[in-house]
T-cell receptor, first 113, second 116 residues
């Protein structure tokens, strides 16, 4: 069973609308939780990095939240644009695991005009 | 600034052939990672280096895979002999250790490998 589960697997939204992606993790203890954006045919790009003591972090129209008690994180995209069409990957860094990251399976977002 | 550079971008070869993937990390970064991405398994860490020294190679699938980092600006991932199940996108990433553990990993655009 994957230690980082994301939902939904995919979603389609209309341009200008908001959406929220979910990430549940079981790894413990963790150093930080990251959200990456991966465009088709490109490598992942870091959006946010949060430590266990942070509740929220924003990067432009992207806002990540973290609840370390329930081991849940979400990524909210505001006023979606066509360029937001991509896969969004939730990643957890485990304490005492060096620099190893545990990746979720990703959520594929398609923004339609 | 130049990001992580990988070559080739695409590689198609026949089963049994040797495949060499190349990576140039971002200058000044002291960590280098090799990942494999497939539809079924997502992103998986194969091996990572710190200051050119392999730290953890537990993700390397089998002895057919090997990785080297002869200097701070170059790394290779070699598969010999290659098999069809090795077909995937291979990513290289680098990061800087800095004063905290909260440094992002910067990924290259990957090598799409197809083994026929």
């Amino acid at each position: 069973k994957n230690q980082v589960e994301q939902s939904p697997q995919s979603l389609i939204i209309l341009e200008g609308k908001n959406c929220t992606l979910q990430c549940n993790y079981t790894v413990s203890p963790f150093s930080n939780l990251r959200w990456y954006k991966q465009d088709t045919g490109r490598g992942p790009v870091s959006l946010t990095i949060m430590t266990f003591s942070e509740n929220t972090k924003s990067n432009g129209r992207y806002t990540a939240t973290l609840d370390a008690d329930t081991k849940q994180s979400s990524l909210h995209i505001t006023a979606s644009q066509l360029s937001d069409s991509a896969s969004y990957i939730c990643v957890v860094r485990i304490k005492a695991a060096g620099n190893k990251l545990t990746f979720g399976g990703g959520t594929r977002v398609l923004v339609k005009p | 600034d130049a990001g992580v550079i990988q070559s080739p971008r695409h590689e198609v070869t026949e089963m049994g052939q040797e495949v060499t993937l190349r990576c140039k990390p971002i200058s000044g970064h002291d960590y280098l990672f090799w990942y494999r991405q497939t539809m079924m398994r997502g992103l998986e860490l194969l091996i990572y280096f710190n200051n050119n020294v392999p730290i953890d190679d537990s993700g390397m699938p089998e002895d057919r895979f090997s990785a080297k980092m002869p200097n701070a600006s170059f790394s290779t991932l070699k598969i010999q002999p290659s098999e069809p199940r090795d077909s995937a996108v291979y990513f290289c990433a680098s990061s800087i250790s800095g004063s905290t553990v909260n440094q992002p990993q910067h990924f290259g655009d990957g090598t799409r490998l197809s083994i026929l």
